[in-house]
């Protein structure tokens, strides 16, 4: 089992940038092939990014295709979602998720652990 604990998440204007941060607990980091999920006001969860176990491959939603950057360094047990030219409509809640032994980079939904979640606001 594996614990997940997102942090970076603020308060941002328009055109600017964050890196979201997903710290795993454990030793097995290198097991889980990790998705970025958001979910606004209203809305259901969405898929945003995903990255395989080693890091080589990634899948990105087509709203942030060019935009934002997925990684890993699993030495520290760390995922990260690098979000640049941010736009209101990025506003939600970002989750990062663990699917274990997968081999890609994975955009389903069927993930295997959940952070908690952290808050993106983007201003106009």
């Known amino acids: 089992q594996v614990q997940l604990v997102e942090s970076g998440g603020g308060l941002v204007q328009a055109g600017g940038s964050l890196r979201l941060s997903c710290g795993a607990s454990g030793r097995t980091f290198s097991r889980y092939a990790m998705g970025w999920f958001r979910q606004a006001p209203g809305k259901e969860r969405e898929f945003v990014a995903g990255?395989?176990?080693?890091?080589?491959?990634?899948a990105y939603a087509d709203s942030v295709k060019g935009r934002f950057t997925a990684s890993r360094d699993n030495a520290k047990y760390t995922a990260y979602l690098q979000m640049n030219s941010l736009q209101p409509e990025d506003t939600a809640v970002y989750s990062c998720a663990a699917k274990e032994y997968y081999s890609g980079a994975y955009s389903g939904k069927q993930y295997d652990y959940w952070g908690q979640g952290t808050q993106v606001t983007v201003s106009s």
């Open positions: 990255i395989s176990r080693g890091g080589g491959s990634t």
